[in-house]
């Protein structure tokens, strides 16, 4: 149930018009109406003042306006994320190992070298940037 949901039932239920709602609060019956379709949404000083009026919580009144701006935030699945981490992390390793692997069977010192310093730097950074969205996702 939306918060205008819950505002026209309580309305309703205390047998209060839009109008005499809106003069116990001193805003217009415009505002009631608005509020009561979703339009807008009330400021905190009316949030308290309707969970005053109308007998119930503010947390009543909200939570579902809270669930949805949560859930808009925690859209994603934490369990896809690490999923998609490791997908990542496996391929790289996997194309990092086979570059490492075709030049070492070639047998050129500077090469294996070469190859050797480039793959230390690709992990490294990688770990870098991992340990980077992990703590992006814990805070």
């Given amino acids: 149930m939306t918060l205008g949901q819950k ?10 018009s839009q109008e005499d709602l809106a003069s116990q609060i001193t805003v217009s019956r415009q505002a009631v109406s608005k509020w009561e ?8 000083e009316n ?13 009543y009144l909200l939570s579902d306006v ?3 701006e949560e859930s808009k935030e925690k859209e994603t699945d934490p369990v896809k994320k690490k999923y998609n981490n490791k997908r990542i ?8 190992t086979s570059i490492w692997l075709g030049f070492y069977f070639n047998r050129g010192a500077t090469t294996i ?3 050797s310093i480039i793959f230390i730097i690709t992990v490294f950074i990688l770990a870098i940037w ?9 805070f």
């Fill in 130 to 138: 991992l340990l980077i969205r992990l703590w992006k996702n814990k």
């Fill in 37 to 44: 379709l979703d339009l807008t949404i009330p400021d905190t």
């Fill in 113 to 115: 070298l070469f190859l």
């Fill in 89 to 96: 992390v496996l391929w790289v390793f996997i194309i990092a």
């Fill in 7 to 16: 505002i026209q039932n309580l309305r309703k239920e205390k047998g209060l």
């Fill in 47 to 59: 949030i308290v003042q309707l969970s005053k009026i109308l007998s119930v919580s503010t947390d």
């Fill in 66 to 68: 809270l669930e949805k």
